[in-house]
């Protein structure tokens, strides 16, 4: 892109440049730091960036335009000037009525996508009855027992007109399933449901623990729901292959981006290995990063992001449909980040990091409320957060051109080193045996527990600054705030709940369908159709994960993977 002359020209001023002025500067003066580093430590960032550190950039073969490969610049050939992303504000919580309060709530201030967060005994499978629920029931989002808690969820809210995000991993085909049936019942056609299933059980294994079944007949269930999805629901993304849970387990920037292709990898080898074409599944297949704090590592690793994959999917398994190279991601801003101490500063932060998401070209965004280092978010801090996205959409100019990064010395430089390293870790991966057995070996895992080690060290040590925590503390005792709790008559008013849609359903229904979806685990038949009959008898996700449990089995830790 730069001539050879005037790279050499650029050289030598900026050598003259740190010997006339910069040296003079640093001798009086020193400066802040010895060493600067992203926000993670991963690229060590130069005092200055000219031409000479983009010399080798083919503009066509490494950036090319919005729409067109390698698409670094986006996926979209006219990225958010035709509209903006979805913004998705996350929510559940406590009992479905709670939950289809919040979303009419969430729509009527404009959000334009729903994101349902599911308590934890939802993401394992338990129903709110169950002795391993006992505590948890709503309190990390709403509790789903079964078809008639989605039905209550989505109560005045047609399918037809909402994309519906549901971040659920080991029963993510139940949920479909319910969501699915949901859907039937308000006669919208299944080409028309839009929306994503998280779906990712390698990230589990990985970063947050939420499995059930071991490795194989997990993987199994996910390429039923391609195979299942690719003919049924075409508009519905089957995966959402995360990195946000890695980064948030403490993970670079780097590790984030190449433990999450890798985990791809595995899901489209695993899928053809299944029978599948790639073609079949690929371009519903998307992505979910974490926006954290330094905007310019942020906006270098979604950058990359898109460019490796698409590399990855065209040498690898050459696809004839250009949307199977195509890496579309939702974002939400780091919760790792949030602090309890002084709150009203991760408005800022969550800011800055929805700033980078859309400087990176985010599909769609959720922001965090500021008050979830404390609780689930209240109204107000969800408006907030809310609001962040649609000011940064309608009035900062952030959203008027496509990738407006693109050409900056500094962005163009640190979107190939985070490029370079995360392929140095990929190629780590590989040598172990790809994905699976890196997590089998607890390799992965030890990666992100020595980067998370010793970010730790680092803020302990002041030598990473966190503000309002160790430093720039007030010693005022900070003011009580409003949070929302999930009570015991909550989760009780669940479980009354569950009771009486035991006691309505036709038993003999629901023993036939959970008999089917026996008979059909034991064979190689796809179980998704099997699961929707048994949702919609009103079998609960207790009932169809146990039937599964027991031809599966459960995966314990430590366990061959």
Same mark, same amino acid.
């Given at each position: 892109?730069?001539?050879?002359?005037?790279?050499?020209?650029?050289?030598?001023?900026?050598?003259?440049?740190?010997?006339?002025?910069?040296?003079?500067?640093?001798?009086?003066?020193?400066?802040?730091?010895?060493?600067?580093?992203?926000?993670?430590?991963?690229?060590?960032?130069?005092?200055?960036?000219?031409?000479?550190?983009?010399?080798?950039?083919?503009?066509?073969?490494?950036?090319?335009?919005?729409?067109?490969?390698?698409?670094?610049?986006?996926?979209?050939?006219?990225?958010?000037?035709?509209?903006?992303?979805?913004?998705?504000?996350?929510?559940?919580?406590?009992?479905?009525?709670?939950?289809?309060?919040?979303?009419?709530?969430?729509?009527?201030?404009?959000?334009?996508?729903? %994101?349902?967060?599911?308590?934890?005994?939802?993401?394992?499978?338990?129903?709110?009855?169950?002795?391993?629920?006992?505590?948890?029931?709503?309190?990390?989002? &709403?509790?789903?027992?079964?078809?008639?808690?989605?039905?209550?969820?989505?109560?005045?809210?047609?399918?037809?007109?909402?994309?519906?995000?549901?971040?659920?991993?080991?029963?993510?085909?139940?949920?479909?399933?319910? !969501?699915?049936?949901?859907?039937?019942?308000?006669?919208?056609?299944?080409?028309?449901?839009?929306?994503?299933?998280?779906?990712?059980?390698?990230?589990?294994?990985?970063?947050?623990?939420? !499995?059930?079944?071991?490795?194989?007949?997990?993987?199994?269930?996910?390429?039923?729901?391609?195979?299942?999805?690719?003919?049924?629901?075409?508009?519905?993304?089957?995966?959402?292959?995360?990195? !946000?849970?890695?980064?948030?387990?403490? %993970?670079?920037?780097?590790?984030?981006?190449?433990?999450?292709?890798?985990?791809?990898?595995?899901?489209?080898?695993?899928?053809?290995?299944?029978?599948?074409?790639?073609?079949?599944?690929?371009?519903?297949?998307?992505?979910?990063?974490?926006?954290?704090?330094?905007?310019?590592?942020?906006?270098?690793?979604?950058?990359?992001?898109?460019?490796?994959?698409?590399?990855?999917?065209?040498?690898?398994?050459?696809?004839?449909?250009?949307?199977?190279?195509?890496?579309?991601?939702?974002?939400?801003?780091?919760?790792?980040?949030?602090?309890?101490?002084?709150?009203?500063?991760?408005?800022?932060?969550?800011?800055?990091?929805?700033?980078?998401?859309?400087?990176?070209?985010?599909? %769609?965004?959720?922001?965090?409320?500021?008050?979830?280092?404390?609780?689930?978010?209240?109204?107000?801090?969800?408006?907030?957060?809310?609001?962040?996205?649609?000011?940064?959409?309608?009035?900062?100019?952030?959203?008027?051109?496509?990738?407006?990064?693109?050409?900056?010395?500094?962005?163009?430089?640190?979107?190939?080193?985070?490029?370079?390293?995360?392929?140095?870790?990929?190629?780590?991966?590989?040598?172990?045996?790809?994905?699976?057995?890196?997590?089998?070996?607890?390799?992965?895992?030890?990666?992100?527990?020595?980067?998370?080690?010793?970010?730790?060290?680092?803020?302990?040590?002041?030598?990473?600054?966190?503000?309002?925590?160790?430093?720039?503390?007030?010693?005022?005792?900070?003011?009580?705030?409003?949070?929302?709790?999930?009570?015991?008559?909550?989760?009780?008013?669940?479980?009354?709940?569950?009771?009486?849609?035991?006691?309505?359903?036709?038993?003999?229904?629901?023993?036939?369908?959970?008999?089917?979806?026996?008979?059909?685990?034991?064979?190689?038949?796809?179980?998704?159709? !099997?699961?929707?009959?048994? &949702?919609?008898?009103?079998?609960?996700?207790?009932?169809?994960?146990?039937?599964?449990?027991?031809?599966?089995?459960?995966?314990?830790?430590?366990?061959?993977?």
């Amino acid at each position: 892109m730069f001539d050879p002359d005037e790279l050499e020209e650029i050289r030598a001023s900026k050598e003259e440049w740190h010997e006339e002025e910069v040296e003079p500067v640093l001798d009086r003066f020193g400066e802040r730091k010895e060493t600067f580093t992203t926000d993670t430590g991963g690229q060590e960032v130069d005092r200055l960036y000219t031409p000479d550190d983009v010399a080798d950039l083919d503009y066509e073969e490494d950036l090319g335009n919005p729409g067109e490969p390698p698409y670094t610049r986006g996926v979209y050939s006219t990225g958010y000037r035709g509209r903006l992303w979805t913004m998705r504000q996350y929510a559940g919580f406590s009992t479905p009525e709670d939950t289809n309060e919040r979303y009419h709530y969430l729509l009527d201030e404009g959000q334009t996508g729903l %994101s349902m967060a599911f308590d934890l005994p939802t993401q394992m499978g338990y129903d709110s009855d169950a002795d391993m629920a006992a505590g948890e029931v709503g309190k990390a989002g &709403v509790a789903i027992d079964s078809l008639e808690d989605m039905e209550t969820v989505f109560d005045g809210i047609p399918l037809d007109e909402v994309s519906t995000s549901m971040t659920i991993n080991a029963p993510a085909s139940v949920l479909l399933a319910m !969501y699915i049936a949901v859907g039937d019942q308000q006669g919208v056609d299944r080409e028309e449901l839009r929306g994503t299933i998280q779906n990712d059980i390698l990230k589990e294994y990985i970063a947050r623990n939420t !499995y059930i079944y071991p490795p194989e007949p997990s993987m199994r269930i996910i390429t039923d729901i391609f195979e299942f999805c690719a003919e049924e629901t075409p508009k519905f993304n089957t995966i959402s292959i995360s990195g !946000y849970h890695i980064r948030e387990a403490g %993970s670079t920037a780097a590790q984030e981006l190449a433990f999450t292709l890798g985990n791809g990898i595995e899901y489209v080898e695993t899928a053809i290995e299944a029978g599948l074409d790639v073609d079949d599944f690929a371009p519903q297949l998307s992505f979910f990063f974490n926006g954290h704090n330094n905007i310019f590592e942020e906006v270098a690793k979604f950058r990359a992001a898109r460019r490796m994959w698409h590399d990855i999917i065209d040498e690898r398994f050459d696809p004839d449909d250009p949307k199977s190279k195509q890496l579309k991601f939702h974002t939400q801003t780091a919760g790792s980040m949030l602090t309890a101490q002084q709150i009203e500063n991760n408005v800022v932060r969550v800011a800055y990091q929805a700033l980078a998401a859309v400087l990176g070209g985010t599909q %769609s965004l959720h922001t965090n409320g500021k008050d979830e280092a404390l609780a689930l978010p209240t109204e107000e801090s969800v408006r907030t957060a809310l609001r962040t996205q649609q000011i940064l959409g309608h009035e900062s100019g952030a959203a008027d051109t496509i990738d407006p990064l693109a050409g900056s010395y500094y962005v163009e430089s640190l979107t190939d080193q985070v490029e370079e390293e995360a392929y140095e870790i990929l190629d780590e991966v590989e040598e172990r045996g790809g994905m699976l057995d890196a997590v089998e070996q607890q390799w992965v895992q030890r990666q992100i527990q020595d980067t998370a080690f010793d970010r730790q060290r680092e803020i302990e040590e002041k030598e990473r600054i966190i503000v309002g925590v160790n430093e720039f503390e007030i010693e005022d005792e900070e003011p009580e705030m409003d949070v929302e709790e999930v009570t015991e008559e909550d989760q009780q008013r669940q479980i009354d709940s569950l009771e009486e849609t035991r006691e309505d359903r036709d038993d003999e229904a629901v023993d036939a369908a959970l008999e089917a979806l026996r008979d059909a685990a034991q064979s190689d038949q796809n179980l998704m159709p !099997y699961i929707i009959d048994a &949702v919609k008898t009103y079998a609960t996700v207790g009932e169809i994960c146990n039937v599964l449990r027991d031809e599966f089995g459960e995966y314990q830790p430590g366990s061959a993977v």
